[in-house]
């Protein structure tokens, strides 16, 4: 079963490929790499912004393009089924060591939020209990989640 894996997971890829090579342009040095633009294009309904926070996300040096590999970085975090949450904990880890500080998950979340969202208790026993009563914790993927998953519930209520 782990060779069928392979084998789908190749044949996905060599099709990422032809929709990479569909969309890319052959840069000076030989390379190719597919524009903002193109990502755009290929996206359709996703918005320019978005479009474009994501693949600053992806991009190791913010080039404005992407290479086939960051491509496909970004098509497997697209199609995951928690795409918003990866994107928004990538949005949230500013220095990429993989953890989230409580002021950098509050950037996030003022930042898109509604305003009477805004009015959030930051020192709630729900943010203190990830975070800590002093605000000294930091988060990994699974704990913003959790958090996330929380705060969700709240609103609904």
């Avoid at 500080?101 to 209990?129: A, H, M, P, R």
């Amino acid at each position: 079963s782990s060779f069928h894996a392979k084998v789908l997971s190749l044949s996905q890829k060599d099709a990422i490929r032809v929709l990479f090579d569909q969309y890319a342009t052959t840069q000076p040095d030989g390379s190719k790499k597919i524009s903002i633009e193109g990502v755009r294009a290929l996206m359709g309904s996703v918005s320019e912004e978005k479009v474009l926070v994501i693949c600053q996300l992806i991009s190791e040096n913010n080039a404005g393009s992407l290479t086939f590999d960051e491509f496909v970085e970004l098509y497997e975090l697209i199609r995951s089924p928690d795409a918003e949450y990866r994107i928004a904990f990538r949005l949230a880890d500013r220095d990429g060591n993989g953890f989230i500080s409580k002021e950098e998950f509050q950037k996030v979340v003022i930042g898109n939020l509604s305003e009477e969202s805004q009015k959030f208790n930051w020192n709630s026993d729900w943010v203190n209990l990830f975070f800590g009563k002093e605000g000294q914790g930091h988060l990994s993927y699974l704990e913003f989640s959790q958090l996330l998953e929380g705060l969700q519930r709240e609103n609904v209520r």
